[in-house]
């Protein structure tokens, strides 16, 4: 079989949030603009039914209904990767089903959740799924809540499973990576690697990377557009600088909340009605959610995406990295114990 790599997934993919009426249901007329917002500023495509657009949180009929949403509105000007991912193989089968005849460009599958699977069955879910796809998969690789898919599945299902075109890559692990690439790359040079952590974009698109499907890129496109750009041309001083703003703004929105309520609030700072999300929250959570929006808020107009809140903002609003690396430690010590 002819692999063509000119067919890859590449650039930036939003994993778009979505905006919530009064009543906690879809807006569809606020998903309408805001697909036209994100595409007018320039991202590559859209990932709807992502971690960031809560897919847990919606039925299945509600999961469908958005893609149905997203993909007419589209209306081809940017690919669609459709998040299709279910609690089993039978129903995300049919969600493949589903979006194929939507016209969706691919769908991304995260790796089964909440039974811990060892490698093989994480390669026997893939390929069920693989082998009854009528539309392209990729894979989703997110240790922290999902079963990790390892280099040698990664490799065997490239192998096997022509459907499979692509993974996303959430560990934000820079040396997995890249054994990734050097292992599944040669055999198959239109498979796509797209990472989804935004803290290490740059990077990852130096050691060949295709893209991304970043969240920050659904809040502030400009930035994770354009860091994509100065990277791709070679212009790397300008991208050091951008990714290093790029990460003060993502550790804001993904440390200082649950995720993702961090990058729900920071969009209404950019003239969105998103409502609440759907996860119940104490009176104590939502006064922190409430002093994150004025905080975000800043963070945003110092970058002039946003007006500066009510009152004004501190004279300086830079985070303390060893604070920032404190939390970050914690973070990463909780989903372990998780894990």
């Excluded at 009528?134 to 065997?156: E, Q």
């Excluded at 003239?271 to 939502?286: L, N």
Aim: with cysteine; proline share 6%.
């Amino acid at each position: 079989m002819t692999h063509d790599p000119s067919h890859r997934l590449h650039g930036i993919f939003t994993p778009n949030i979505v905006p919530l009426d009064d009543r906690g249901e879809i807006c569809e007329a606020e998903l309408r603009r805001y697909v036209d917002w994100l595409i007018a500023r320039g991202v590559h495509g859209l990932y709807p039914n992502g971690s960031t657009g809560e897919f847990t949180r919606f039925t299945a009929e509600e999961r469908r209904r958005i893609i149905e949403i997203i993909v007419e509105q589209v209306a081809g000007r940017v690919p669609v990767l459709a998040g299709a991912a279910e609690a089993n193989a039978r129903e995300t089968i049919r969600a493949c089903e589903h979006y194929h005849r939507l016209g969706v460009r691919a769908v991304a599958i995260v790796s089964p959740f909440y039974y811990k699977l060892t490698p093989a069955g994480v390669f026997a879910y893939f390929r069920e799924i693989a082998d009854h796809s009528p539309v392209d998969v990729t894979l989703y690789n997110i240790p922290m809540f999902a079963s990790p898919i390892d280099l040698a599945t990664v490799r065997r299902l490239a192998d096997e499973c022509p459907r499979v075109v692509a993974i996303k890559d959430s560990s934000g692990d820079l040396p997995h990576m890249m054994r990734m690439i050097a292992a599944v790359r040669p055999a198959r040079p239109d498979f796509s690697f797209l990472t989804g952590w935004d803290a290490a974009l740059m990077p990852m698109l130096l050691i060949g990377c295709d893209g991304g499907t970043n969240a920050t890129s659904g809040v502030v496109p400009e930035i994770t557009r354009k860091l994509y750009d100065l990277t791709i041309s070679g212009q790397l001083d300008a991208a050091r600088d951008l990714q290093y703003r790029l990460l003060h703004l993502f550790d804001a929105m993904l440390y200082s909340a649950e995720f993702p309520e961090g990058f729900r609030v920071a969009l209404s700072s950019r003239g969105f009605r998103v409502g609440h999300g759907r996860q119940p929250k104490s009176a104590s959570q939502q006064n922190e959610l409430d002093q994150l929006a004025r905080q975000l808020q800043c963070l945003l107009a110092a970058e002039g995406f946003a007006e500066e809140p009510r009152g004004g903002c501190p004279a300086t609003s830079e985070v303390d990295p060893e604070q920032v690396a404190r939390i970050v430690q914690q973070v990463v010590g909780r989903l372990r114990d998780q894990a």
